[in-house]
């Protein structure tokens, strides 16, 4: 609990020296907030970067029926969960934003081990 989720704490970095302490919420600076989300990652195309996308349903009152919604956000993977692979359930987090679209941080893989 050290960020103040109850996630589990990743193993420390192997190379201190090369870590990007900056934009790690485990062993870093970087304060989290706001909401916690879930979803799939489904592009790690980027370095250092996933694209989480998470479906949802929305009632529409004319029809009185759901339909399903569907967004993908770009999400900071900290090196210390760096490997991460397409399909993989994870949960992100809210945090100051990092580059232009990335808001959110990856804080916990919920599928396969790390």
Not at 7 to 31: A, I
Not at 33 to 60: A, C, H, N, P, W
């Amino acid at each position: 609990m050290a960020i103040g989720i109850d996630v589990p704490m990743p193993p420390e970095p192997t190379d201190p020296e090369d870590y990007d302490y900056e934009k790690c919420p485990f062993y870093g600076e970087l304060p989290v907030r706001g909401q916690l989300r879930e979803g799939t990652v489904v592009s790690t195309d980027m370095e250092k970067t996933v694209i989480v996308e998470r479906e949802y349903d929305v009632f529409v009152p004319k029809y009185d029926r759901y339909m399903k919604r569907r967004s993908r956000i770009p999400a900071h993977v900290p090196g210390v969960l760096d490997s991460l692979e397409e399909g993989d359930e994870v949960t992100i987090a809210e945090t100051r934003p990092l580059s232009k679209t990335k808001s959110h941080v990856v804080v916990e893989n919920l599928s396969g081990d790390q």
